[in-house]
């Protein structure tokens, strides 16, 4: 009758209730996500615990089939308080959803280590406060450097197969190094060709746009220090928006690297994100689009090498070595328990658990 509408919502199905945040605390709650949660969810609460948000691609590219399966799973995760989320306010168009570590998904985080979630240094408003964030856009740009490298290799040839072997974050970099210099992150890559094992590392500088290129090249003095105070030289990946503001940063770089006292303890390379191909089904920064920096002649045109070639651009560079997660001294007593770097590979879904997790 018209003076009995119906309201929409009521013609509904009904839709599964999120759990308060008490209940998500519960021990009936946790018994519960220990009959849901798959090796995936578990990795991926370490993963968001260390580089603190994922958008819902990054996660697709990192561990899931397709989108449809990754909104599904994250869906699940969201109404289990595993996970929260958020949509940052775009003025064209939609922002993609946000993902952080949530309350539920931080205590079977904690649990799984022996852990109070305390001692995690974990608390929910302070994840979800990084969507107020001003670096919110830097800190989803380096991690989606990390995982576009992880995707390619998910779809890598048998024959020659490619992997991330180490991705560690801001804040993991900042406990080993800030008191010289503080990377927007550390990462090695692995590839097999023609029988033999090539390894690369690498420091990370993501930029935005928005440093003055003289703070950019002026951030080659700090790694410096660390080249001198650890011996060991380690390649310098610099990131930026387009290839216009990559010329400017090599000549503001180049000045700086010609004044150090041994240029060859820091190898630099410079990419812009411009010169990829946006057609491309999965482009990543293992392409051949990074340009060493040469002091002599900082606007050379080439050539650019791939990520597994680039170690052929500094003769005599040593190979990696194993990397040394062992929190020192003061610093580790002061701070929170800090988790080992979780693996940048998801771990492989069992038969059984496919069905009902990538359906």
Not at 61 to 88: H, I, K, M, T
Not at 127 to 152: K, Y
Not at 177 to 195: C, E, K, N
Not at 326 to 339: C, I, M, N, Q, V
């Amino acid at each position: 009758m018209i003076t009995t509408t119906t309201r929409q919502h009521s013609l509904r199905d009904h839709l599964a209730g999120r759990r308060t945040p008490r209940a998500a605390g519960s021990v009936e709650h946790q018994a519960l996500l220990a009959a849901r949660l798959t090796a995936r969810d578990k990795w991926l609460l370490a993963l968001l615990h260390e580089h603190r948000v994922l958008t819902t691609a990054q996660i697709q590219d990192a561990a899931f089939p397709s989108g449809r399966a990754a909104r599904q799973r994250l869906r699940e995760l969201y109404l289990w308080r595993v996970v929260s989320r958020f949509q940052p306010f775009r003025q064209l168009g939609s922002a993609p959803m946000h993902y952080v570590l949530g309350p539920a998904g931080a205590a079977v985080l904690a649990a799984e280590h022996g852990l109070e979630v305390k001692d995690l240094g974990y608390r929910h408003d302070r994840a979800m406060g990084i969507a107020h964030n001003q670096r919110l856009a830097h800190t989803a740009g380096v991690n989606d450097f990390f995982t576009s490298l992880i995707a390619r290799a998910r779809r890598a040839p048998a024959g020659e197969p490619e992997a991330l072997t180490a991705w560690w974050s801001e804040s993991r970099c900042a406990r080993h190094f800030g008191d010289l210099v503080i990377p927007d992150g550390y990462g090695r890559w692995a590839t097999r060709s023609r029988g033999a094992a090539h390894e690369t590392e690498w420091f990370l500088e993501f930029d935005t746009g928005t440093e003055s290129l003289a703070k950019v090249g002026r951030k080659l003095i700090g790694y410096a220090r660390l080249a001198e105070s650890t011996g060991i030289a380690t390649p310098l990946l610099v990131w930026l928006p387009t290839a216009r503001r990559e010329a400017g940063a090599r000549t503001a770089l180049a000045r700086i690297h010609s004044g150090l006292d041994d240029p060859r303890t820091v190898p630099v390379a410079t990419a812009a994100a411009d010169l990829l191909d946006p057609a491309a089904p999965h482009p990543s920064p293992a392409e051949t689009v990074w340009l060493p920096l040469t002091s002599a002649r900082a606007d050379r045109a080439g050539p650019r090498y791939s990520l597994a070639d680039l170690p052929g651009a500094w003769p005599g560079l040593a190979p990696p070595a194993d990397p040394d997660d062992g929190e020192s001294g003061d610093a580790a007593a002061a701070s929170p328990y800090r988790l080992p770097p979780p693996n940048p590979v998801p771990p492989r879904a069992t038969p059984n658990r496919v069905a009902r997790s990538e359906r």
